[in-house]
């Protein structure tokens, strides 16, 4: 049976363009919008099978639509030099997997495979097309699916006519309609404007088509009867521009564009050539072609050795010749739990020479193993690995330490695709178009499945991943030179992991009593607000309860309804807050939430969180979730306790030195985001602000609204105030309105001050946004990037959240690499001067540490200079230091 595959060519490639980090070759060709390319049509032609492939391009920009409209697809940016050069390098490939591409003159690539489509429709043969524009959509027919890209080309999402019906109630006939009237911004097609897609949709549900709306007009209502009217003929001439031209004059039949497979030696040299090392061996080519490809493992000479006990010491002396022989290998230490604190240690594997060694912990554990446990141990025996922080303390806490850690593919990922939250191994390898790396869940399962499977099918598990680590270290050692981030993960954050391991091991010391007395505390203080609020309600009640709670706000006290939803009314935190006016109970329901949680999830909480042989609490910071580059705190959190209620300060008391007569140090960055807005933006008046050490707030007021600091009043501040961290974190007038409870027009007026004023700022927020389109990523001072695919978005919501992002990433971001630097350089400092003093917590811009009595007063000095000597900016850092007997009083 016959199954084409339709490919839009230049759609894919614009997307693998922007999904994927910067590459080049050695030559310095660039290359990622042909690796993107390649390993989504490998996948295709794994997973489908098909008998034909055909690549469509534009021929050229002038198509047959320009002759009725000459804007059409006017507004489209010119295409980045460092993607034009490629489509050549892809053509070239193309031949070489023996894929048949067609363009040609005055149409698009759209028009070329709808044409085929209409064939395949005409001849019954199965088709799948395979594009990143939803436009193909119309193209969906019984015999034909059009498989959309999302998340770059990694994944797709497919439509036949049952998910056309299902996600928008419209045939694939009535896509086109769907443009004709809300248009089309990336093609420059007008459609009716304030018309999108939620009133196309209506519309059309309503009435059909194009046409039979125009044909209704009368029944339409006020500004929608006025738009429709006015703009009828862009209506008309927009869907007719979204029309799939489907018959296309082509010469080439369906056999020109039979697949028959690829030529061994050819693609080998084309890869080769491109220096996709990766794709060489995930297709098996290492052998193939002229000669063998440098440093390339052919997959039929690696073998796995597992060492089960000490019959096997032979195994384990090979393995530490081999390590010692060859800097190269790949490690990968196996502990179950998200927690590394609490992990079972299941195994360790190393990928080194030609084999893969595994040995599960209890035999890492055993006498003969001491020379693998010393290696291990040893800080100048060089480690690659995946995830090291977390397999530092899971080793730790068994007595192995881990030392020598030169590079880690978990980071290393990170660092190149900030955006990819989970970073497993399985993930990074697929990135890379490697040999499938078996999810966990499958081999372990999940939750209350969970169990670990027979040691020789675990260690097989584990072998696989060394192994997957060795081929990805060389990859990412080479993006990570072209995109200029070897500084960052070698100077910052592969030294941070080691600096956090010793914090968490280290942990901070909890006062138990202390924070059962708050307990007590917490308890009557809820109880009193329980009794007040039974007694303004007139009724016991549920006070948890969203429906009881509502019955009681809404019907019996007839408080004004806000906001219902499918179950009844809404009594969410942004609904009682507007409600506090109307009825004393409604301040008393949102004090005893936040008591309730201060109890539950901070108190009993953090209780069960002591560790019984140490007496603290050791959290977990993770360097590889925030985009922006900030740590997260885990296993418990100890970011999130609420300090803006003094009940939330007080948990701080529990948190106390491990040793008699010492003290709880802390110290933070004062304003450290707008000190980094005012060097990046070059802004005179905000640098002027803080050269000068001046209220920033109070100056911001002063120049917005033209008076004296001694006539800034606490309102003119706050204001103030709301919008220069608000500015720090792209706010809108929206945004701006609900933080000072002010109108939208209001903010708005307020915002535009603001930029009239400063003028630095304003002009560095233009010219970011510029930036992030043409580079399609930002970065921070230091080098860290944040691609953003979505900067050139139809979607305005998209593009607008891009562009925000764009926005504060470099600020936020550079804040976090700050505080990350001053870490790593505060324990170098404690280590030189052999100071007792210990960093225990990082929590957001502060620093925690715990000082002896006789360092106190070098620790006031010392802590402030490394943090504000942490980077050079233009305008002053500045760390407020105090001490206490515990964390609550350093405040």
Same mark, same amino acid.
């Given at each position: 049976m016959d199954k084409w595959i339709l490919i839009d060519g230049n759609s894919i490639a614009n997307r693998a363009f922007y999904a994927m980090p910067p590459l080049t070759n050695s030559s310095g060709l660039h290359t990622n919008a042909v690796y993107g390319f390649t390993t989504m049509l490998l996948k295709l032609l794994e997973e489908e099978k098909p008998t034909h492939v055909l690549v469509a391009f534009d021929a050229s920009?002038?198509?047959?639509?320009?002759?009725?409209?000459? !804007?059409?697809?006017?507004?489209?940016?010119?295409?980045?030099?460092?993607?034009?050069?490629? @489509?050549?390098?892809?053509?070239?490939?193309?031949?070489? @997997?023996?894929?048949?591409?067609?363009?040609?003159? +005055?149409?698009?690539?759209?028009?070329?495979?709808?044409?085929?489509?209409?064939?395949?429709?005409?001849?019954?043969?199965?088709?799948?097309?395979?594009?990143?524009?939803?436009?193909?959509?119309?193209?969906?027919?019984?015999?034909?699916?059009?498989?959309?890209?999302?998340?770059?080309?990694?994944?797709? !999402?497919?439509?036949?006519?049952?998910?056309?019906?299902?996600?928008?109630?419209?045939?694939?006939?009535?896509?086109?309609?769907l443009k004709g009237l809300m248009g089309d911004a990336s093609d420059n097609i007008p459609g009716i404007p304030g018309v999108g897609e939620k009133t196309a949709l209506k519309l059309l549900?309503?009435?059909?088509?194009?046409?039979?709306?125009?044909?209704?007009?009368?029944?339409?209502?006020?500004k929608m009867k006025e738009k429709v009217e006015q703009h009828k003929d862009d209506a008309v001439m927009s869907k007719k521009l979204a029309?799939?031209?489907?018959?296309?004059?082509?010469?080439?039949?369906?056999?020109?564009?039979?697949?028959?497979?690829y030529d061994a030696a050819r693609l080998s040299e084309a890869f080769r050539k491109l220096e996709f090392k990766s794709l060489l061996e995930r297709l098996d080519l290492s052998g193939a072609g002229a000669g063998e490809a440098e440093g390339a493992q052919p997959a039929a000479e690696l073998h796995t050795v597992l060492i089960a006990g000490e019959q096997d010491a032979g195994q384990l002396k090979a393995l530490l010749d081999a390590l010692a022989s060859e800097e190269e290998h790949g490690l990968y230490i196996e502990a179950a739990g998200e927690n590394p604190h609490t992990a079972?240690?299941?195994?360790?594997?190393?990928?080194?020479?030609?084999?893969?060694?595994?040995?599960?912990?209890?035999?890492?554990?055993?006498?003969?193993?001491?020379?693998?446990?010393?290696?291990?141990?040893?800080?100048?025996?060089?480690?690659? +690995? @995946?995830?090291?922080?977390?397999?530092?303390?899971?080793?730790?806490?068994?007595?192995?330490?881990?030392?020598?850690?030169?590079?880690?593919?978990q980071l290393a990922a990170y660092l190149l695709d900030p955006t990819d939250g989970s970073q497993t191994l399985s993930g990074v390898a697929a990135r890379y178009g490697l040999p499938a790396v078996q999810a966990d869940e499958a081999v372990y399962g999940k939750g209350a499945k969970f169990k670990v499977p027979d040691e020789e099918t675990l260690l097989r598990h584990l072998a696989v991943k060394a192994d997957a680590v060795r081929r990805i270290v060389q990859l990412q050692r080479a993006e990570l030179d072209a995109t200029g981030m070897n500084k960052l993960i070698y100077e910052l954050e592969l030294p941070l992991s080691r600096v956090l391991a010793a914090m968490e091991l280290q942990g901070i010391a909890v006062a138990k009593g202390e924070l059962q007395s708050l307990g007590g505390e917490l308890e009557r203080g809820i109880s009193e607000a329980v009794s007040r609020i039974y007694e /303004?309600?007139?009724?016991?009640?549920?006070?948890?309860?969203?429906?009881?709670?509502?019955?009681?706000?809404?019907?019996?006290? *007839?408080?004004?309804?806000?906001?219902?939803?499918?179950?009844?009314? =809404?009594?969410?935190?942004?609904?009682?807050?507007?409600?506090?006016?109307?009825?004393?109970?409604?301040?008393?329901?949102?004090?005893?939430?936040? /008591?309730?949680?201060?109890?539950?999830?901070?108190?009993?909480?953090? /209780?069960?969180?002591?560790?019984?042989?140490?007496?603290?609490?050791?959290?977990?910071?993770?360097?590889?979730?925030?985009?922006?580059?900030?740590?997260?705190?885990?296993?418990?959190?100890?970011?999130?306790?609420?300090?803006?209620?003094?009940?939330?300060?007080?948990?701080?008391?529990?948190?106390?030195?491990?040793?008699?007569?010492?003290?709880?140090?802390?110290?933070?960055?004062?304003?450290?985001?707008?000190?980094?807005?005012?060097?990046? =933006? *070059?802004? !005179?008046?905000?640098?002027?602000?803080?050269?000068?050490?001046?209220?920033?707030?109070?100056?911001?007021?002063?120049?917005?609204?033209?008076?004296?600091?001694?006539?800034?009043?606490?309102?003119m501040r706050r204001s103030a105030k709301a919008v220069n961290f608000g500015i720090v974190y792209g706010i809108s007038d929206f945004g701006l309105s609900q933080n000072l409870n002010i109108t939208r027009k209001e903010a708005a007026q307020f915002i535009e001050q603001y930029?009239?004023?400063?003028?630095?700022?304003?002009?560095?927020?233009?010219?970011?946004?510029?930036?992030?389109?043409?580079?399609?990523?930002?970065?921070t001072l230091l080098e860290r990037r944040r691609y953003l695919p979505d900067i050139k978005a139809s979607n305005f919501n998209l593009r607008s959240f891009a562009e925000r992002t764009a926005m504060n990433t470099p600020i936020q971001g550079t804040a976090a690499d700050i505080i990350k630097l001053a870490m790593v350089r505060m324990d170098e400092t404690l280590k030189e001067r052999k100071l007792k003093s210990r960093m225990l917590l990082q929590v957001h811009d502060e620093l925690v540490f715990e000082v002896p009595e006789e360092e106190l007063e070098l620790m006031k000095q010392l802590v402030p200079q490394v943090m504000e000597s942490a980077i050079e900016l233009d305008v002053p850092l500045r760390a407020d230091v105090n001490y206490g007997v515990n964390w609550y009083e350093a405040k």
């Open positions: 920009k002038i198509t047959f639509r320009h002759e009725g409209y000459s !804007e059409y697809k006017g507004g489209r940016a010119k295409t980045p030099p460092e993607l034009s050069e490629q @489509f050549p390098v892809m053509k070239e490939l193309l031949q070489s @997997f023996g894929i048949a591409q067609f363009e040609l003159s +005055g149409y698009e690539a759209d028009d070329i495979i709808g044409t085929l489509t209409r064939l395949a429709d005409e001849q019954g043969v199965d088709a799948l097309v395979v594009t990143g524009d939803k436009d193909m959509l119309q193209l969906v027919s019984p015999k034909v699916t059009v498989a959309v890209t999302r998340k770059g080309v990694s994944e797709v !999402e497919r439509y036949s006519p049952a998910e056309m019906t299902e996600r928008y109630g419209l045939t694939p006939q009535q896509f086109i309609d549900h309503e009435y059909g088509s194009v046409e039979g709306v125009l044909e209704h007009t009368h029944e339409l209502k006020g029309t799939i031209f489907r018959e296309v004059p082509l010469t080439q039949t369906a056999e020109d564009i039979r697949y028959s497979g079972d240690m299941l195994g360790i594997s190393a990928a080194v020479g030609g084999a893969v060694y595994a040995l599960a912990a209890g035999t890492l554990e055993a006498p003969f193993a001491e020379p693998l446990r010393a290696w291990l141990a040893d800080e100048n025996k060089p480690k690659y +690995g @995946f995830d090291t922080h977390k397999a530092d303390l899971a080793l730790a806490w068994r007595g192995i330490p881990l030392r020598g850690v030169k590079f880690d593919v /303004l309600a007139g009724t016991e009640f549920n006070i948890n309860s969203p429906k009881q709670l509502g019955e009681i706000l809404f019907d019996k006290l *007839g408080l004004p309804v806000i906001k219902k939803t499918k179950t009844g009314y =809404s009594t969410d935190a942004d609904v009682l807050e507007k409600l506090e006016p109307y009825h004393e109970i409604v301040p008393l329901i949102l004090h005893f939430r936040q /008591l309730a949680k201060l109890q539950s999830t901070y108190v009993e909480g953090l /209780l069960k969180e002591i560790r019984t042989e140490t007496g603290k609490v050791h959290t977990y910071f993770r360097q590889t979730i925030a985009a922006t580059g900030r740590l997260s705190s885990q296993f418990p959190n100890l970011q999130n306790i609420p300090i803006r209620l003094e009940e939330g300060r007080k948990i701080r008391k529990a948190f106390v030195p491990s040793e008699p007569g010492w003290y709880i140090l802390a110290a933070d960055y004062s304003q450290i985001e707008l000190r980094v807005l005012a060097h990046i =933006s *070059g802004d !005179e008046r905000l640098k002027e602000a803080f050269i000068r050490d001046m209220d920033i707030h109070t100056k911001t007021a002063m120049d917005v609204f033209g008076v004296s600091a001694e006539e800034v009043d606490s309102n930029f009239d004023v400063f003028q630095g700022v304003k002009k560095y927020m233009e010219d970011i946004k510029m930036q992030a389109r043409r580079d399609g990523y930002v970065t």
